[in-house]
């Protein structure tokens, strides 16, 4: 079945940086928009950022404009968060998921977590005041 494993999170302070990845196994890598999300305890899970299936068309949610960088490398079959200038308010679970719908745009996949088909575990980011 297929895989994805989320890694690079971890305890960071306060105007430091991360930088999260997601590998996948038993999928066409380049076939599916991929995302970034959050959840944090007590909350939905959040859009954070997703990609088009080719890399040319990224969103990024409003709060990580300018300082989240979302990209990846199908041929290594891996999707990356780069994150810096982190907050508190960043702190949560990470994941990464893949969606094989083609309608919506990249930014309004990002605002409907239903329509992924596979999730990583998660890779917990804290960020310390």
């Known amino acids: 079945q297929v895989q994805m494993v989320e890694s690079g999170g971890g305890l960071v302070q306060e105007g430091g940086s991360l930088r999260l990845s997601c590998t996948a196994s038993?999928?066409?890598?380049?076939?599916?928009?991929m995302g970034w999300f959050r959840q944090a305890p007590g909350k939905e899970r959040e859009g954070v950022s997703c990609?088009?299936?080719?890399?040319?068309?990224?969103y990024y949610t409003d709060s990580v404009k300018g300082r989240f960088t979302i990209s990846r490398a199908n041929a290594y079959n891996t999707l990356y968060l780069q994150m810096n200038s982190l907050k508190p308010e960043d702190t949560a679970m990470y994941y990464c998921?893949?969606?094989?719908?083609?309608?919506?745009?990249?930014?309004?996949?990002?605002?409907?977590?239903?329509?992924?088909?596979?999730w990583g575990q998660g890779t917990q980011v804290t960020v310390s005041s």
């Open positions: 998921g893949a969606t094989s719908v083609k309608g919506p745009t990249t930014a309004m996949i990002c605002a409907t977590p239903t329509v992924f088909d596979y």
């Open positions: 038993r999928l066409v890598f380049e076939d599916y928009r």
């Open positions: 990609i088009s299936m080719s890399g040319n068309i990224t």
